[in-house]
């Protein structure tokens, strides 16, 4: 028998979540990808480090396979930097296999690594700030500090580099300047993408994606009294 195909097909880990309150047997493995990219970015071209995670498996008898993006990291400091970024992937990967394990959905906690990278990152020190993630500014908000986070939405266009081809990709990105304790961060992150020259058929999937993590994180924001633009793509 081939391979079935699934109505609403899951395209994200809360999918995943719902298929199995909703009594699915749902089995999940993971790969690991971390890919040079070259970015577009107005008149500011740069290469960085995507961090995906490949979730596959099965929903009762039908297969399903979706990619997500877990963080940006430049060797240059024009994003995170990549040995940050790794920390940052990690963070939001655990608190995923959290979501799954909740769920009844058993998984190996496989992880990032850098050690198969080629790159490098030779004089990088110790002497740049913690890695901190979004939720740390949450729980600093929630410990009475006063916070407030500027959001800009933008349409990046890359091209992801694979052994033996290219792929050109659309990725949604999030850009939070964040004022607290008397200082400014900056944290990025991929909310979706897509494959560009797939947008016709994708992009409106994508923004629908992208704008119901910023809704959760919204809704975050405000349980913790953070002052925030309430935008969407």
């Known amino acids: 028998m081939g391979q079935r195909s699934i109505n609403n097909h899951p395209s994200r880990v809360t999918d995943l979540v719902s298929f199995r309150e909703k009594g699915s047997m749902v089995t999940c493995e993971t790969s690991f990808d971390i890919l040079p990219v070259d970015f577009a970015h107005r008149d500011n071209p740069f ?55 909740q769920a009844g959905i058993e998984i190996e906690k496989c992880l990032f690594s850098l050690e198969d990278m080629t790159v490098k990152f030779d004089g990088y020190h110790k002497n740049h700030d913690p890695t901190l ?50 200082r400014t961060h900056r944290y990025e992150r991929c909310l979706a993408c897509y494959q560009t020259e797939r947008e016709k058929e994708e992009k409106q999937h994508r923004i629908n ?18 002052k925030y633009d309430n935008k969407l793509f």
């Open 133 to 182: 993630v979004i939720h740390d500014y949450i729980n600093i908000a929630k410990e009475g500090n006063d916070v407030s986070i500027v959001v800009n939405l933008e349409y990046v266009p890359g091209v992801e580099h694979f052994v033996g081809y290219d792929n050109e990709m659309t990725f949604l990105m999030g850009a939070f300047t964040i004022s607290c304790l008397d």
């Open 47 to 101: 290469q960085a480090f995507i961090f995906l995670c490949h979730f596959r498996g099965r929903i009762d008898a039908a297969d399903y396979e979706f990619r997500k993006c877990y963080a940006r990291g430049c060797p240059d400091n024009l994003c995170t930097h990549v040995s940050q970024a790794v920390m940052v992937a990690n963070w939001y990967l655990q608190k995923d296999y959290r979501k799954l394990e």
């Open 209 to 226: 994606i992208a704008n119901e993590r910023l809704k959760i994180l919204y809704a975050e924001f405000e349980q913790a009294s953070i």
